[in-house]
Every structure is written in C-alpha cells, then in structure tokens.
C-alpha cells in the first residue's frame, strides 16, 4: 500500500480562537473582493489557509486519497511552535505555570481552580507574545492526532512532536510524555523534532547527559523511528536570541561546538533579525546553526542504531543542485555520507516543487539523485508530500504524486512502499 513519510494534518485546532476567528473573516473578505486568481502567491496563500482552517484531519485524509486514486497510509507529523516564541527569559516562568497547570489536571482538582491556573497563563502569554497565537495547539493536536488513530488505526500512523523546552512541564519530563503516547499500542508511532525553532539536537533532555536516560537512548532502544527536519528551507523561530543547550554548528571551524563556548549563557544573538531581514534570510541563518547534517552526524555518533529520517534530503533547492552539479550544494551530500555510513538512517523526498523553470525537475533528481546513490541507501529513500504545505506552491496532491510515479516509474513502488513499511517497522 502507498505510503506518504511525511504530511501534515495540521487543523483550526493549532491556532488561538481569536486568530481562528480573523483568518475566517480574511477568507470570506477575499472571496468576496474576487483577489485576481491570476496571482501564485494569492492562490497559495488562500489554499493553504482554506486546508487548514476549513479541514478536519479526517477530510484532509480523504482529499488526499482521492488525489492519490489509491488507500493510502498517512504519516502525519505534529509541530509544537509553543516556546519558538517564547524568549529566553520567559521560558522558566512558561514552564511553570504549565507544569501547575498538568499538576492540577492530574490531581484532579475542581474545575475552578484549573480555570484559575488556565487564565493565569493565557494573560502572561498575551503579555508577553501580544496574542496566543498558538493557544493550546500542542494538546489539540494531540487529541486530534489521537482520535485520527483511533478512528483509522491502519491508515494514519502519526508522529508525536518534542520540543525538550518542555521537559519542566511534566513531573517525569518530556520523556514520560513520550512513553505515554509513542510505541506499540499507542496512538503515536514516531517522534519528530524541528531543532530550527529554537534548540539544539544534542540537548541534553535528547542526548543524554550523565546517568539520564535522553529521548535518543530510548528511541533507539525501543525502535522507535525519529523523523527530523534536514533541510536549508522551512520554518524557524523569529526571536532576535535564544539560549541553547548543547552544541551549535560553528562555520568558522566546521563543526559543532557547545552554545556556551561561543556564547555568553550560551544565548545567541541573531545576525539577521524582522523587520531589517527578508524571511529566507532569517530562517536560513537559524537553520544551519541549530539543524547542521554535522550536528546530526554527532547524535548518530553517539545512536549508531537509532532510526531516523534526515527529512526532505536537504531540500529541492538543494537537491536540484546536486543533480545539476551546482558546487553550492552540500546538504545532500551529508545525508548521503550519513546514509551509507548508519545502518537506520533515511531520508524522503517531501514537499518537492518545480525548480529552475524545469517541469521535469523531478527526473533529473531521480537520474542525478537517486539512481546514483549506494545500493544501501537507495534501500533508505521514501516518498513524501509535506501535504499541505504543497499548496503554498500551488502544488496539487495530483500533480505532485504525478511527478513522481513519472520520474521514479518502477522505482516508486520502493520509495513509497517498501522502504518507509520499514521504517515505520509495518508489514
């Protein structure tokens, strides 16, 4: 059966009701005004609010299985976007109401009393972010994803997002969070982790310090699959600092070195910062310190088994390079180094768009790409749609699965069934 590595089900759920209730009100304000249908951003733009603000999980299930023309199983991946806009300074105040806040629901405590504790946090985060953009998401999508489970047991295996920010909230850590909900017989069968909001890969609540058991330690012990961001594109946080624990990448020397060598406190101070820099050149700066394929390399150093996929093969600006041996790509190479080298690390091929002004970009990565690659790591490579992040490239599910049963013909059936059957350890 298909299998899509890496998607999205991303719902209203994830936003503040205040900011829910405004991107209904722009929708129907430019449905109204007839915005021209002949602009690629507007398009975009409108797509992907309409999906996410318009869609539960389950009917985003069954759009994308009507694109795909086939059943299909999904891998929706959570992201938790609480602290990536939390500075460095409020972290320990957010951490503690939260940890009274799981305190009381647990002692089951009256309603009054949580309600308090409730609204205590909502004021300081809007003191502190000037709204709850992101109000509860990581609970909701929780309860979403866990439902979707429930409802589709064979159909929707989704990952359980960690953010080690979090470890203070909960009596036995973020840890026993993941015990809770990820593994066999629980509604989550993976992690994933976008270290670019704002922490480290090698943090210690991830790897380990002293006796401490760290996350990595017990996927690896358990086999549970690890999927991370690992590309120069994507989302990342807008803070001007933050404070990391753990090991940066260093350009300067080429490897990664501890935030509090570098750093006072190990608090980075952005170069590129809103409103003087443009988004790329935000995100790009915080992705290569924080997301470096040498930090991962450090983690796999350490978790020689550990099961992970380096997600989006560096991206397809990057990965295009390659294939187009344009000397400014490196990423792609790093995971590849990564792949033969580790016996469990994968990596997918997600949210691929045109580049170049080639409509057949997707075969020249498949020829360049992937028919080049060792016979081991062709065996690692699956298939994925970041679905519905497509839609901001005005990207349909057709389109794009098109492109790829096109490019890779009797290859497909490898990268979008047999290997990520194996990482996800399903017949």
């Given at each position: 059966m298909l299998i899509d590595a890496h998607c999205h089900f991303f719902?209203?759920?994830?936003?503040?009701?205040?900011?829910?209730?405004?991107?209904?009100?722009i929708l129907k304000l430019s449905k109204r005004l007839s915005l021209p249908v002949n602009s690629p951003i507007v398009q975009g733009a409108a797509e992907f609010l309409i999906t996410g603000v318009e869609n539960t999980p389950e009917e985003m299930y069954e759009y994308m299985k009507q694109s795909y023309g086939c059943d299909f199983i999904a891998v929706p991946l959570m992201l938790d976007l609480t602290y990536a806009f939390i500075a460095p300074?409020?972290?320990?105040?957010?951490?503690?109401?939260?940890?009274?806040?799981?305190?009381a629901k647990e002692s089951s405590l009256p309603e009054k009393y949580i309600e308090a504790i409730e609204k205590r946090l909502d004021t300081f985060e809007r003191s502190?972010?000037?709204?709850?953009?992101?109000?509860?998401?990581?609970?909701?999508?929780?309860e979403s994803l866990t439902n979707i489970k429930a409802s589709m047991p064979d159909k929707v295996y989704p990952f359980f997002s960690v953010d080690p920010r979090r470890d203070n909230e909960f009596n036995g850590g973020i840890l026993s969070e993941i015990k809770k909900y990820v593994?066999?017989?629980?509604?989550?069968?993976?992690v994933k982790l976008y270290s670019s909001l704002g922490y480290s890969p090698t943090h210690p609540v991830l790897f380990g310090s002293g006796k401490k058991q760290g996350v990595y330690a017990f996927c690896e012990r358990h086999n549970i699959p690890v999927t991370v961001h690992s590309s120069i594109e994507g989302f990342s946080h807008f803070l001007d600092k933050t404070k990391i624990e753990g090991d940066v990448y260093y350009p300067e020397a080429g490897k990664c070195v501890p935030a509090e060598f570098l750093y006072d406190e190990g608090i980075i101070k952005y170069e590129n910062n809103m409103p003087t820099k443009d988004f790329e050149s935000i995100t790009r700066e915080r992705l290569v310190l924080l997301n470096h394929p040498v930090l991962w390399r450090k983690v796999l150093e350490?978790?020689?088994?550990?099961?992970?996929?380096?997600?989006?093969?560096?991206?397809?600006?990057?990965?295009?390079?390659?294939?187009?041996?344009?000397?400014?790509?490196?990423?792609?190479?790093?995971?590849?180094?990564?792949?033969?080298?580790?016996?469990?690390?994968?990596?997918?091929?997600?949210?691929?768009y045109e580049q170049g002004g080639n409509p057949d970009y997707m075969e020249l990565i498949y020829k360049s790409l992937y028919k080049n690659l060792?016979?081991?790591?062709?065996?690692?490579?699956?298939?994925?749609?970041?679905?519905?992040?497509?839609a901001l490239y005005n990207m349909t599910p057709e389109k794009y699965i098109d492109n790829f049963r096109k490019a890779f013909t009797k290859d497909f059936k490898r990268i979008s069934e047999d290997n990520p059957a194996n990482f996800l350890g399903i017949s």
């Open positions: 719902t209203n759920s994830i936003l503040a009701d205040r900011l829910q209730r405004d991107t209904k009100n300074e409020q972290e320990s105040k957010v951490s503690t109401i939260k940890k009274a806040l799981n305190a502190a972010l000037g709204i709850d953009v992101f109000k509860n998401s990581y609970e909701k999508q929780i593994g066999r017989s629980k509604p989550f069968a993976g350490k978790y020689p088994r550990l099961k992970i996929d380096l997600a989006h093969f560096g991206g397809v600006i990057q990965a295009y390079k390659y294939a187009t041996h344009d000397k400014s790509s490196f990423w792609p190479e790093y995971i590849i180094e990564m792949m033969d080298d580790f016996p469990n690390v994968y990596s997918d091929y997600s949210c691929y060792p016979r081991n790591a062709k065996k690692k490579v699956m298939f994925g749609s970041d679905f519905y992040m497509l």
